[in-house]
């Protein structure tokens, strides 16, 4: 095997040509599938055509035409302490039962990691303190890369010469976060960058432009393909964490010529996070100019206090509309976001919904969740008493009996809506023991996959009759 880069077939994208290779599509993070949407109908329903416990499930993404992947990630007894695993499956699109399994690989310390299809074919997994090459056919390891942060990695982002490039993390905001770039055929290091302060959020990138929100600045970074280096943007930083009982911020979008993010990014998710923020302040919507850093604007989600989110906004340059969410308060509001304007109200929902979106461009569908809620659980009391309970959750994951009786008790929709007037087009409800807090990808067939810690689902468009 070698490490010359010109062996990265496809490299002036960095990711294999998919319509979903990689977490939210891509790395802009757009949510936006190229493929025709659901384009649901009067006489039409939402309804589930296959659904499956996984415990441990992440994300799901495209490669060939009928090729979809799972990622999991299987912790210990013990979420925060004991080593976890990593398993990669492929899955029959239709019944989303496994056709190749990698087998347990080695993560390391627990943290949701990410799976891309790259520019040469095959499947990158990054997920703990561990990098992994894996055949897409076969998902047999073709390469294995244990990181010198002995903390998790949150996923990669691919830059246009096939270069992997990804951070550890902290989430207790001690530890400051290192930019590492990676051969994507030997998982080993071109060039590493120190970034000075944690970075919770997963990395954006445009281009050779790797943008990270860090605990309290916004930073851009440029790969130097030709010199091998990363390097600072020392004229582009954004100090967004200035009000008082306000986290940091989570994944960025790139769109529109801004980087969008919300914050309040510190929570104590345990199955859902309604109830689960950890600091005082209302979750702001952040939108920030990537040729002007000064041109700052923000937006409350719905300005009630101790709200929470753990996910990235949503953003439609074409409509000028940009979705955010308070996922602590259960709220998900839409702004007019357009050109040389502030943000504006244009709709707001009440809907418990955290995990990652879908919009299709050519139907102005949005897709979104709404975890079915049964007091304590939903309240700030009930978020505690689950954080301080946690290890009964890798209890009841393991336990598929368990997961699938108290999935149905409880539960969550998959929504449908229209993007422009928050209208409800269709709902469809999964049962799923966790809140979605994950990746989901389209389909094929007008429908869409659902993902959550516990389960995955086909969702689709069905006659009523």
Request: with cysteine; hydrophobic share 40%.
């Amino acid at each position: 095997m070698t490490s010359r880069r010109d062996t990265v077939k496809g490299a002036g994208s960095g990711y294999y040509g998919s319509p979903w290779p990689a977490e939210d599509g891509g790395p802009t993070r757009g949510q936006a599938p190229s493929a025709a949407g659901p384009r649901i109908a009067p006489g039409e329903q939402l309804r589930v055509r296959a659904c499956r416990e996984a415990r441990g499930a992440q994300m799901l993404i495209q490669r060939a035409p009928g090729q979809l992947y799972l990622l999991r990630g299987l912790f210990g007894a013990r979420i925060s302490s004991s080593p976890s695993r990593t398993v990669v499956e492929r899955l029959d699109p239709r019944t989303l039962e496994p056709l190749a399994s990698s087998g347990h690989l080695p993560a390391g310390p627990f943290w949701m990691g990410g799976i891309g299809a790259v520019a040469d074919g095959a499947v990158v997994v990054v997920a703990g303190r561990h990098a992994h090459r894996l055949d897409p056919e076969t998902l047999d390891v073709l390469a294995r890369r244990e990181l010198p942060a002995p903390r998790p990695h949150n996923s990669f982002v691919a830059m246009p010469d096939g270069t992997l490039v990804l951070k550890d993390f902290d989430v207790t905001e001690g530890a400051p976060a290192t930019l590492r770039a990676l051969d994507p055929l030997t998982l080993k290091d071109r060039d590493t960058l120190p970034l000075g302060e944690p970075v919770i959020a997963r990395l954006a990138a445009r281009g050779d432009e790797v943008y990270a929100v860090g605990s309290h600045r916004v930073h851009r970074v440029r790969w130097d393909s030709a010199a091998g280096r990363l390097v600072r943007d020392d004229d582009w930083s954004v100090a967004y964490r200035d009000a008082p009982g306000q986290g940091h911020g989570w994944d960025p979008v790139l769109a529109g010529e801004r980087i969008w993010f919300l914050d309040q990014g510190r929570h104590r998710y345990r199955g859902t996070m309604r109830g689960a923020a950890r600091d005082r302040g209302p979750v702001r919507l952040h939108a920030v100019s990537l040729s002007d850093p000064g041109d700052h604007r923000r937006a409350e989600i719905c300005g009630l206090p101790w709200g929470a989110a753990t996910n990235p906004p949503l953003v439609d340059p074409e409509r000028g509309v940009a979705v955010g969410y308070d996922s602590a308060n259960g709220v998900l509001t839409a702004f007019h976001a357009r050109p040389g304007e502030p943000l504006t109200h244009l709709w707001s929902q009440r809907m418990n919904t955290a995990g990652h979106l879908l919009r299709w461009a050519d139907t102005g569908e949005l897709m979104a969740y709404d975890q079915r809620q049964r007091p304590p659980r939903g309240t700030r009391a009930g978020a505690r008493v689950l954080a301080a309970t946690g290890d009964a959750i890798a209890f009841a994951l393991r336990a598929p009996a368990l997961s699938g009786a108290l999935g149905r008790l409880t539960g969550e929709d998959a929504v449908l809506l229209d993007l422009t007037t928050g209208a409800e087009r269709g709902r469809a409800r999964v049962p799923s023991l966790m809140q979605s807090v994950c990746f989901p990808s389209p389909g094929w067939d007008r429908d869409f996959y659902y993902c959550s810690m516990s389960t995955v689902a086909r969702v689709g468009v069905s006659s009523s009759g």
